[in-house]
């Protein structure tokens, strides 16, 4: 599972237990997209800053390759997306992995991409 940058925040927070053993049960992965998206965030608290870093240390990061590129540029030809959600999206799609978000209406529309929501039910 590849965890979008939402889950990840939530998954710092105290309140999302669940969400954590989640991710502890599975093999999940992050873009390097969603470090950038998150440890880059100019509002970020020092102790937020920490518990998200421990978080990274924690999972392996993807890179961006040739082949992210070439399907985030399929994407963003066949409808309106943000640059950062086409590079996840085609990440997930590149490395066969669901992606993990509490944004799913972003990709819906991606009928090959594997879309779960863990903050439901």
Same mark, same amino acid.
Request: zero cysteines; aromatic letters at 0%.
């Given at each position: 599972?590849?965890?979008d940058s939402n889950i990840i925040i939530y998954a710092a927070e105290p309140n999302h237990d669940g969400l954590r053993r989640l991710i502890a049960q599975h093999e999940c992965v992050v873009? *390097?997209?969603s470090k950038v998206e998150v440890l880059g965030y100019h509002k970020l608290g020092f102790e937020n800053r920490q518990k998200l870093e421990q978080l990274f240390q924690l999972l392996p990061v993807l890179a961006l390759?040739? $082949? *992210?590129?070439?399907?985030a540029i399929s994407l963003? =030809? =066949?409808r309106k997306m943000s640059l950062g959600d086409s590079l996840i999206a085609a990440t997930a799609l590149t490395y066969n992995? $669901?992606?993990v978000t509490a944004n799913v209406a972003d990709y819906t529309w991606i009928d090959t991409l594997e879309v779960i929501n863990p903050l439901l039910g």
């Open positions: 599972m590849l965890l873009s *390097v997209i390759s040739d $082949a *992210v590129i070439d399907e963003r =030809q =066949q992995r $669901a992606l």
